[in-house]
Structures are given as structure tokens and as C-alpha cells.
């Protein structure tokens, strides 16, 4: 498939982003509070965003082995392993993306638990290679409903977090810098969201694939008005396409949920066998997940608590059945599938039960695939191919059997 504009004009926005990390520079997260990280002036970096690039230049198998001769195991997350791997062979794709000689160096480094607790070994890796300052945020787990209770429990940590980052960067934090920072992340988040929902028009804009690389803004640079900037443009060369009818799959016939983690050494050639498929993957509770309604510049750290802790992926298992039940709906969703993500535990959501619980109260028909984000041993193209025709095949039957739906 063709590039997007707005897929070009992310690539000058990314290499001024990553040269623009020195210090201070803070390590975060990816749905952690880097708000709070900007507020105080630091730089924020995102391993994360480092790992899923490892995985999409099909580099991560390089360097897992070196982690797991460093004592990692080779269930645990496969960007934890690439990264680690990476580091310890001192070789990163940012230097022949964005021409930087490494990974920039923490001044403090900060996770969240809410989306993998795995973050809280991979970091502290880090403040030990580093001698760096690490604070964690540990929110509630697999919560149904969020009580005040636990969201009294956020504020109190972010405020131990924001005490530790003062120290290091010799200065309070401005709290009406931290209410322009939310308000910046939340008009981000809105004009993101608005971004997805173009998915929901028929044909669809917008592919799953498209917003796991558009998606780079909203994780690296929230709370920035390069951000903002970014999405709107985004939004209008989208609304555009909607006006014109132009599907980013031709002669869409069906239209996919994906859930779970991307595959991503395998971004562009799921998305060409979709294509050749006629189906669209127009939604993901993945690319969801950078959608924060609750930002609220008139409580930063009270929204920020609600808004972190609510996200998909931290939540029990009947708020994830609604959640997704939203989603088909919104995005007219003929069939769903879940991608087992076989080193990725906390965003596999096929092993409970999860995907019979779908389809028994909506009548949407599933698939479960294997693979992983970035361990490509896990994922087998041709059996992947076999299973994913199928399923498109069975859709296209039952579409042509209910041609109103």
C-alpha cells in the first residue's frame, strides 16, 4: 500500500523529536505520566517506542539471545529481551533512522505497571547500568470499577514521583505548566481519537496498520503541541478522503477488530494480505489505548489518575467485554481477531475465555492467531496466511447471507 501524507511528514517530526533528547532526558513509559516528566522540564524518552522499533526493522532477533545469556528468560516480553539485547551489544536502529550514536541517557527513569508489570524489571535494568534515579507507579490491577479509593492511591504516588523528579532537576514542579501540558495531551487525545473514528466510515480511510505507525505522536510526543499540530493536520487529509470515498482498502467487503498486539515485523505484510483479501482492519483496542477522555487541565493529577488507570488493558475482564462490545458497534465490525501474543501475557487477551464470551453475546465471529510483537519465531507466515484467508472467506459468506447488516 502507498504511504499516507501525513505517514511523510511523521518522519521530519520524529528525527527533530529523538535530536532533541538531551539532557535532561527522563525514561517513561508508554501510558505513563509523562505529563508530570514535561511540567518539570525534563526530555522524555519511551523504551517502548524503542522496542516496536526494533520489532519493525526485523532487527529484534539479533539481539534477544543476548538478553536471555544476561539471565532474561525467553517467555518474558520480547521488547524487554530486543531492547536489553540491544543495549548490550551497543547498537540501536536510531542511528541509521535519526543518525544518534545511542540511546540517550536517563537523568531519571519512570514506569507504570498499568499496561505490564515487566516494565518495573526492564527499567530497573536501566537505573543499574545508568546509576539512575527509578520511581514506579503502581496502580490498581484488572479493576471492574474505579473507586475514589484508588484513584486517592494514584495522586499519592505521583506526588512521591514528582518530589524525586524536583530533586533532580532543582525546581518545583509549576502546577499551571502541568495544566497546559494535560491540556495539550487531552486536545491530542481528542483529535486522536477523532483520527480512529474515521475507521468508521465505509469505506474506511484509515487501516489498523495505518494507525500503528501514526501513532508514534501520541506516545512520544503527548503533551506537546507538535502533537496537537500533528493530528490535526492528520485528521483533515482523512476527512478529505472521506469526502472523496476513498477506501484504503479497494472494494472493501469485510471489516476487521484486531486485538492484541501488533506483529511487527510482519506490519506491511498482514496489511497486503488483508488488502488482497478485501478487508479492512478498522479497529484495535491497541491504537485505542492513547485515547484519554479523562485529561482534565482543571485537576492534573486527578484526571491523570483516572486516565491511566482506565485504559484497556488494566482493566477485569467483564470491562473488557463492554469496552469491546462499544467498539464493534461504533466501527461496524464483522469479525474479530485476537493475536495471542505468546511472550506478550498482559496484552493476550484470548486465554481467558474472552473471545467465546464475544461471540456467544454479539454473534461476531473470532479467530485466535499466534505470534508476538517482536519474536517472529512465535508467528508462521504460512500457517498465519491459511487461517486469516479462512476466517475472511467465512465473513464474506456470512455477509453474503445478511447483505443489510
Not at 363 to 371: A, P, Q, R, S
Request: charged share 25%.
Amino acid at each position: 500500500m502507498r504511504e499516507l501524507p501525513s505517514q511523510h511528514r511523521l518522519k521530519p517530526l520524529l528525527k527533530a523529536y529523538f535530536a532533541s533528547l538531551s539532557s535532561p532526558v527522563a525514561w517513561c513509559t508508554s501510558a505513563g505520566p509523562a505529563e508530570i516528566l514535561r511540567a518539570l522540564g525534563f526530555r522524555v524518552y519511551f523504551p517502548e517506542n524503542h522496542g516496536a522499533l526494533l520489532g519493525a526493522s526485523r532487527s529484534a532477533l539479533k539481539y534477544i539471545p543476548y538478553a536471555h545469556q544476561a539471565g532474561y528468560q525467553s517467555e518474558i516480553c520480547s521488547y524487554l529481551t530486543a531492547d536489553i539485547g540491544a543495549w548490550l551489544m551497543k547498537e540501536t536502529p536510531l542511528t541509521r533512522a535519526y543518525g544518534l550514536p545511542s540511546i540517550p541517557k536517563p537523568d531519571f527513569i519512570v514506569f507504570n505497571t498499568n499496561q505490564c508489570r515487566e516494565v518495573a524489571e526492564w527499567f530497573s535494568f536501566y537505573g543499574r547500568e545508568f546509576d539512575c534515579p527509578v520511581a514506579g507507579i503502581f496502580p490498581p490491577r484488572y479493576v471492574e470499577e474505579i473507586s475514589q479509593h484508588h484513584l486517592n492511591d494514584m495522586v499519592g504516588q505521583f506526588n512521591q514521583l514528582i518530589s524525586v523528579g524536583e530533586a533532580i532537576i532543582g525546581k518545583k514542579l509549576d502546577i499551571e505548566k502541568l495544566s497546559e501540558t494535560i491540556a495539550l495531551s487531552r486536545k491530542a487525545s481528542d483529535l486522536w481519537k477523532s483520527v480512529l473514528l474515521t475507521a468508521a466510515s465505509k469505506p474506511a480511510p484509515l487501516t489498523f496498520f495505518d494507525g500503528c505507525i501514526l501513532m508514534a505522536p501520541i506516545v512520544v510526543l503527548r503533551g506537546t503541541r507538535e502533537c496537537v499540530n500533528f493530528y490535526r493536520e492528520t485528521l483533515n487529509e482523512l476527512e478529505e478522503f472521506m469526502r472523496s470515498g476513498s477506501g484504503r482498502v479497494p472494494d472493501e467487503s469485510i471489516r476487521i477488530y484486531w486485538e492484541g498486539m501488533p506483529i511487527w515485523g510482519r506490519l506491511r505484510w498482514l496489511s497486503e494480505l488483508f488488502a488482497e483479501n478485501g478487508a479492512s482492519i478498522v479497529a484495535s483496542t491497541y491504537c485505542n489505548s492513547w485515547v484519554f477522555d479523562d485529561f482534565d487541565p482543571g485537576q492534573p493529577l486527578e484526571s491523570m489518575a483516572m486516565a491511566y488507570t482506565r485504559i484497556f488493558i488494566n482493566r477485569g475482564e467483564n470491562t473488557k467485554l463492554e469496552m469491546m462490545k462499544s467498539l464493534l458497534s461504533t466501527y461496524r465490525v464483522d469479525g474479530v481477531i485476537f493475536h495471542d501474543s505468546k511472550t506478550c501475557f498482559n496484552n493476550s487477551n484470548s486465554r481467558f475465555g474472552l473471545p467465546d464470551r464475544l461471540k456467544r453475546e454479539t454473534g461476531t465471529e473470532v479467530l485466535t492467531i499466534d505470534g508476538d510483537l517482536n519474536d517472529l519465531r512465535f508467528f508462521s507466515d504460512g500457517q498465519s496466511k491459511t487461517k486469516i484467508e479462512t476466517f475472511i472467506e467465512q465473513l464474506q459468506m456470512k455477509r453474503s447471507a445478511n447483505p443489510a447488516k
